[in-house]
């Protein structure tokens, strides 16, 4: 009896974990969730007064928070977040920061990640892939 238990609570895990790698898709769109999760992979940096981090093979997390237009940015690498960016939707698939400029620019889509971010002298940088 213990033996079939513990076989039903192997099958049983071995499913779930099925399953959860089967919801999360690389296919899914930041523009078009309520709710988005996503890593990007490549070259990030980060850099101010004292601090010069940059590798090419950094990640960010992306997440879309509850007010729709909102996303976190949480870097690899010991790099500080960058949290409450509001975008607007540009195109069927592309979202942009608002406020975007010469120096602050952010651009998300399904598959490419850009960032250029400046603020208080620091500076954020990522140019990634999903």
Partial sequence: MKKAIKILGIFILVLVTAMSFSSCSDDDDPTNNDFFAGTYK?????KDGSTDINTDN????????????????????????????EFNQEGDHTLVMIGSNGTSYIRIDNNDLKIVYIKDGKTWTANCTR
Wanted: charged residues 10%.
């Fill in 42 to 46: 490549g070259k990030v940096s980060y």
């Fill in 58 to 85: 950094g990640s960010v997390f992306v997440t879309k928070i509850a007010s729709g237009t909102k996303y976190n940015f949480a870097f690899s690498n010991s790099i500080p977040d960058l949290n409450g960016i």
